[in-house]
């Protein structure tokens, strides 16, 4: 189940405007290294959201299954694949996955990992992610790969521009996210073959409408991270503010430049590649 701490239901509406599937074609090259070809595989979108990523996967692979907790999101992923036979959305918890064992041929868990932890006391020990994770083993085949699209607390904190001027929020969501480090750790405990970390540096989540200089003005544009909801009203005035100013004393143009610099050295997400590889008796 997710830990949601915006109103997805509403911001569902709005998402596709803001949001775009980056680094999927590094998705397809980790489900390429699973023996059966991709057009034979049976994909899992675990914590699906909309269906941005399997529209993106659409075609490219067998058969993509959608699996979403939150039924604004899941309203709006029917809506966009009802008359497409290789596509199914189902609605239920990436906690207590609802298939049988050596089910499908690869996962994907995109952007999704902070919405797990639910308790303070448990942002150490990430116990919702855990059990995630030991969930995608069980229902992945031999030789099934999992890619956990997620960001590093670096990535953040200044893989996004606009990150600088809520840094509170930041830090909040920030401990709801595991360390990589933590996450490859975990990822072994349950059984994974780590294979790697790949980081997409030319993309961004919020494709074209990123770099706007005003979009932090729109409640549509910070709708598209959830960061955004966790500013306090007076943390986000603050924010406004220092944008309304920026942009009116002509240094915002500065302001983005030095943050891109950033942004282009790290990137804004990570994608954790393992597999589920035979064991040696």
């Given amino acids: 189940m997710k830990a949601e701490f915006e109103n997805y239901h509403e911001t569902s509406k709005n998402y596709d405007n803001t949001r775009v599937p980056i680094g999927t074609e590094i ?26 990523y399997i529209r993106a996967l659409d075609g490219k692979v067998g058969m993509l299954v959608g699996l979403e907790f939150n039924e604004g999101m899941l309203t709006q992923a029917r809506e966009k694949f009802q008359n497409n036979p290789n596509i199914r959305v189902d609605l239920g918890s990436l906690l207590d996955l609802p298939y049988e064992a050596d089910t499908f041929d690869g996962i994907m868990c995109n952007q999704v990992l902070h919405h797990l932890n639910t308790e303070k006391a448990d942002q150490e020990n990430f116990s919702p992610v855990r059990r995630m994770l030991a969930e995608a083993y069980r229902v992945l085949r031999p030789q099934g790969v999992l890619v956990v699209n997620t960001s590093s607390h670096p990535q953040l904190f200044d893989g996004f521009w606009w990150a600088d001027l809520i840094p509170a929020a930041v830090d909040r969501i920030a401990r709801r996210f595991p360390r990589l480090e933590l996450l490859v750790s975990m990822l072994e405990e349950s059984g994974f073959n780590f294979r790697g970390n790949i980081v997409p540096l030319n993309s961004v989540l919020q494709g074209g409408n990123y770099l706007d200089s005003k979009g932090p003005l729109r409640k549509n544009y910070r709708d598209g991270d959830s ?14 503010e220092r944008v309304r100013t920026m942009n009116e004393d002509g240094s915002m143009a500065r302001y983005l430049e030095a943050r891109e610099t950033l942004r282009r050295n790290i990137g804004q997400t990570t994608c954790v590649f393992a597999r589920k590889d035979e064991k040696l008796s």
Wanted: with cysteine; charged share 10%; proline share 5%.
């Fill in 27 to 52: 998705l397809l090259g980790c489900f390429a290294s699973n023996p059966c070809p991709l057009q034979e595989q049976t994909i899992l979108d675990a914590g699906c959201g909309t269906g941005n």
């Fill in 227 to 240: 960061t955004w909801s966790l500013a306090t009203n007076e943390e986000l005035e603050h924010a406004l």
